[in-house]
């Protein structure tokens, strides 16, 4: 492989490999111990950049499943299977975190066994190798020394 299919292929897959992107924050509305068909319940969406790489406008796919549809306003009288976020920036070893998404349950979710209803995945971004190129070009170790034996005067 040359240098530039290493690259591509390692960008094609930075997403995953080096970012971690967290469902946070959940909170039903109101507040209860089942969602029930038609609740509505609320989260964010956190993003960590967890290596040298600044991505520049960067959007999240969030996407309901069988167990929920989801919308960016808890007024909205049809929810969607899926939202695109806003674009965003987010530096090497940085965090985002989303404003609230809402969810409308489409049946009863909290029955036995753990359920995915609502995930969410960086859709797609830029990559900006200015962090890995400017930031990581410093010198190893000092190899210019003044080695002599220091008397007293």
């Known amino acids: 492989m040359t240098l530039i299919e290493n690259l591509r292929s390692e960008l ?3 997403a995953t490999d080096f970012c971690k992107t967290e469902i946070i924050n959940f909170a039903e509305i109101p507040s209860g ?25 960067v959007k999240i796919k ?41 969810g409308k349950a489409k049946r009863v979710t909290l029955r036995g066994a753990a359920k995915t209803i609502v995930q969410a995945k960086i859709h797609n971004w830029d990559a900006n190798l ?18 002599k034996a220091i008397a007293r005067d």
Request: glycine share 4%.
């Open 12 to 14: 094609q897959d930075y």
């Open 33 to 57: 111990s089942n969602l029930t068909t038609g609740e509505k319940f609320r989260f964010k969406v956190k993003v960590s950049n967890e290596s040298h790489l600044n991505m520049e406008d």
């Open 62 to 102: 969030v996407s309901g499943t069988m167990y929920a549809d989801v919308s960016v306003d808890k007024n909205d009288p049809d929810f969607d299977n899926y939202i695109i976020s806003n674009k965003f920036n987010l530096s090497a070893h940085q965090s985002y975190t989303t404003a609230y998404y809402y």
């Open 130 to 147: 200015e962090h890995l190129l400017d930031y990581h070009s410093y010198s190893g170790d000092f190899e210019g020394k003044l080695v």
